[in-house]
Structures are given as structure tokens and as C-alpha cells.
């Protein structure tokens, strides 16, 4: 049997471009991507979904838009689109629709990458989502909350927080079962201004 001999030019010649190519790679990543020049690196930012995609819901996207530490990544909600109160528009499709659009130009190429969801349970079963915010009506902020918290994700509740004083204590006692971060929105507490 003869024995493949490795010529020893051939091979640095063949392997050579290959290492060159893995030193230089690294400079070649955009800073965005590696958190400089002002930018929040991906592995620094929280994955967030919206289950609820109504008036509150796309209201508050703009705001979790404008902060470089969040990306909305998912969009919930059985309405798919339709007018909502003052004939603004709602709806999973929408609320998606504003997050690709915003990314698209914050980040100059574009982006669609907001999935859409119409069973929140779906959402919840994400192990990339971290943080979901609970903009359902009213009447149904329980369930996703006390879910969200069994799935481990950290949560933001719209006001009113629940229904009944047992289901705000069911949500509060969840929360700190699980170990999970929980807030509910209060606009009279939260706001600078008030």
C-alpha cells in the first residue's frame, strides 16, 4: 500500500487562503453585530412578543421600538387586522407589519422577521422569547400571565391587572413561584409626568 505523502507547499498553498480567510473574518462583522459604536449587541438585547395587538399593543410597540435593548420578535393576537377605536389599525398582521418596518430602516436593509402568532400558547412555547407583554382585554390578562410565568418568561401586564382580587394574587403568587420578573402598567404610577 503506498502512503499519501503531503507535500508541504501544496498544503499551505491549499490551507494557506482558508486561514487567512478565518483571521480576517472577524473584522468583516459589522459593529452593530458586536455592540459598538453605540449599538446594543444582539446577545445584550431582550426577545420580546406581544400577545395582544389592539389599540395598547401597537401603542406600546412604538415605545419598546425607540429602546435598542429590546427586539420585538413576535406579534399575538386572534384579530389579524381591523380598526380599532378612532378607525387605527390593530391586528397581528399590523403590529408585525410595524416592527418590520421600523427595523428595516433602523437597521438600512430589509427586515422581516416579526413572526405571527394567533395562539398565545405558541408564543409562550419560544424558548428564544425572554420577556412577553399581556395586552389582551381586559377580562383576560389571568391566563397568559399565569402561563407566562410557568414558561419562564418575564412579563409586563397592562392595567387593569385582573379581573377579580383572586386572580391578581393567582398572577403575583405565579410570579414568585417561577422566579419571574412581573409588572403591571399603571399610567398614574409609571409616567414621569404624573
Request: with cysteine; net charge positive.
Amino acid at each position: 500500500m503506498k502512503k499519501n505523502k503531503i507535500d508541504r507547499r501544496l498544503f499551505l498553498k491549499k490551507y494557506g487562503t482558508v486561514a487567512a480567510g478565518a483571521m480576517v473574518l472577524p473584522t468583516i462583522i459589522p459593529a452593530c453585530a458586536r455592540g459598538k459604536d453605540g449599538h446594543t449587541a444582539p446577545s445584550d438585547r431582550v426577545n420580546m412578543a406581544f400577545i395582544g395587538a389592539g389599540n395598547m399593543g401597537c401603542n406600546d410597540v412604538k415605545k419598546f421600538l425607540a429602546d435598542n435593548r429590546v427586539q420585538i420578535t413576535a406579534s399575538c393576537d386572534v384579530n389579524r387586522q381591523s380598526a380599532y377605536q378612532d378607525e387605527r389599525l390593530g391586528g397581528r398582521d399590523y403590529l408585525a407589519w410595524m416592527v418590520d418596518q421600523q427595523y428595516s430602516e433602523q437597521y438600512g436593509k430589509k427586515y422581516r422577521s416579526c413572526k405571527k402568532y394567533i395562539d398565545f400558547r405558541e408564543v409562550l412555547s419560544k424558548k428564544s422569547i425572554d420577556v412577553v407583554e399581556v395586552v389582551t382585554p381586559d377580562h383576560w390578562h389571568s391566563i397568559p400571565v399565569l402561563m407566562a410565568a410557568a414558561a419562564g418568561k418575564d412579563i409586563f401586564c397592562q392595567k387593569p391587572l385582573a379581573l377579580t382580587i383572586p386572580e391578581g394574587r393567582a398572577m403575583s403568587d405565579a410570579a414568585k413561584k417561577y422566579g419571574v420578573i412581573f409588572q403591571t402598567g399603571s399610567q398614574r404610577r409609571s409616567s414621569d409626568h404624573f
